[in-house]
């Protein structure tokens, strides 16, 4: 058995950090959007603003990748991260605070292409790209499962700015082992190369589902905590969503697993065969979460809820990752500006997080819980269209 690589090191840490701090940014903004100094009406506008503001942030963090480098801007954006911790640890005003956590959104934004590109290079070599892509968001999604409980242990124990102390130090780790990884990581693009993936159908069609995923996702997190809080169990709602992403957990592994064993995920040996029964897998997926939201509007029992909850992370979980992996076994990826890919990719989710943010707030308002769950249905059954077209594009792209 070969010994474990730095960069394989590396870049399980990277994702672990990224999945750490996503969670925490997402906790941070709303309880800044939520302080009792803002009125009720100022909420939806600081919503609307934070996701507008993330358009050109994706932008410029696949830019700077492709242009400077994943060494450098991860190095970048770990430290960028850091001081946003730090910053929000000292007890700024309202203000003030809300630009750290944008700051934070910023770094977290070049994180996360850093780590994608990071993970293209695959884990289990770069001919099973889809394993390898699967397996680094099962790190991604622990990351973001045990942060929320362990910054609750922590701040119980050592108080808010000790913990956020703590936490910032755990953001410059993957800067120092660097210094174990020999190699550039990536090459640098030039200007010209950065406009590639604008002329490729399935980059689009791949941004088309997570359009409707990214809101999905979050309508989940905002259907646990409004349900249980009508249902007088608030204190269970970090518990719920820790269970929420233990399925997404469960089901990358499982599955990248599988994609490695069975090597339908290696692109020599199965092109054809493993990227056809990828594609199927992709849309059965997208449609079995329209089935299991169908099952939660009847769910009048906690048990069942909670249940339901965890089978809808374990049939979500592997939809995103899956998709970037079949995109990139396109040949027209091989010596492509991944950064600015993957950043068109999220530029349009984030389009769809914004668009359909009114429908997100209509859950968050609903004073029957169960029924609201028709809105993130709908949502599933387009994204389950919009994993077959995203099918049949990347099937179709030379």
């Known amino acids: 058995m070969s010994a474990i690589q730095p960069v394989t090191v590396l870049t399980l840490a990277t994702a672990l950090t990224l999945g750490q701090m996503l969670a925490l940014l997402s906790r941070f903004k709303h309880e800044v959007i939520a302080h009792p100094e803002r009125a009720t009406h100022d909420v939806s506008w600081l919503l609307f603003l934070l996701n507008v503001l993330l358009l050109p942030i994706m932008l410029l963090a696949g830019l700077l990748v492709d242009l400077l480098g994943v060494r450098f801007m991860l190095i970048a954006s770990c430290m960028v991260l850091s001081l946003s911790l730090l910053t929000l640890s000292t007890r700024l005003a309202y203000w003030r605070t809300l630009i750290a956590v944008q700051a934070g959104a910023l770094g977290a934004a070049v994180l996360s292409i850093s780590t994608l590109v990071l993970l293209s290079r695959g884990l289990f070599g770069r001919d099973e790209v889809a394993s390898s892509l699967m397996l680094g968001m099962v790190f991604v999604a622990l990351g973001a499962a045990i942060s929320t409980p362990l910054y609750d242990v922590l701040q119980h124990a050592l108080g808010t700015r000790r913990t956020l102390g703590i936490l910032a130090l755990v953001q410059i780790v993957p800067s120092f082992l660097l210094l174990a990884v020999a190699d550039d990581l990536s090459n640098p693009h030039g200007l010209g190369q950065l406009f590639q993936p604008l002329s490729d159908p399935a980059v689009w069609a791949a941004g088309l589902t997570l359009f409707t995923y990214a809101p999905l996702e979050a309508f989940i997190s905002v259907w646990t905590v409004n349900y249980l809080g009508l249902a007088g169990e608030k204190d269970s709602q970090s518990r719920w969503i820790a269970w929420f992403w233990l399925g997404i957990i ?149």
């Open 250 to 398: 469960g089901s990358r592994a499982a599955l990248a697993l599988l994609l490695h064993f069975t090597r339908i995920g290696d692109i020599n040996n199965s092109l054809l065969m493993g990227a056809g029964l990828m594609r199927t897998i992709l849309v059965l997926l997208g449609l079995f979460s329209a089935v299991v939201l169908g099952n939660l509007i009847g769910a009048t029992k906690l048990e069942r809820a909670a249940a339901g909850l965890i089978v809808l992370g374990f049939v979500l979980g592997p939809i995103y990752p899956l998709q970037l992996g079949l995109l990139l076994r396109l040949d027209s990826m091989r010596e492509a500006p991944l950064g600015c890919y993957f950043a068109l990719t999220h530029l349009v989710g984030s389009v769809g997080s914004l668009a359909l943010l009114p429908l997100v707030n209509l859950g968050l308002q609903a004073r029957q819980s169960q029924s609201s769950l028709l809105i993130p249905l709908l949502l599933a059954l387009f994204l389950t269209a919009a994993t077959v077209l995203f099918g049949f594009l990347a099937q179709a792209t030379p």
